[in-house]
């Protein structure tokens, strides 16, 4: 019997491999969407933690609604662009996962 041991780094240097050579795109997608998805939850923690402070401080009404806006802004345009990228590159992402189910398949019916 064969001993065919392989890395987790060779694992995934196949799986970008072929998902690239198969749909450049959803790496970009997938990239894209990973970022926006890690900077939401700091915009949901800061934005709430600046207008308690302000409050406790200054209470500024200037302030205050400069801190909204913002909040306001880069929530909405980050979660529609979280939802934009999800919406693009999950069926993208289907079609890559079932051609690695079909390289599977290839290689169960080819067994010996």
């Keep these: 019997m064969e001993n ?9 240097y196949f799986l970008v491999k072929n998902t690239y050579k198969w749909d450049k795109k ?4 997938f990239g894209l969407y990973t970022v926006v998805t890690a900077i939401l939850p700091f915009i949901n923690i800061f934005a709430p933690k600046f207008l308690i402070d302000e409050l406790m401080g200054a209470n500024r009404a ?38 690695f189910e079909n390289l599977l398949n290839e290689k169960c019916v080819y067994c010996y």
């Design 4 to 12: 065919n041991k392989r890395s987790v780094i060779n694992n995934i």
């Design 26 to 29: 959803v790496l970009l997608y």
């Design 62 to 99: 200037k302030s205050l609604i400069t801190i909204l806006l913002s909040y306001f802004i880069l929530s909405a345009t980050l979660n529609y662009l979280n939802a934009f990228l999800e919406g693009a590159y999950s069926p993208r992402l289907m079609d890559v996962g079932f051609r």
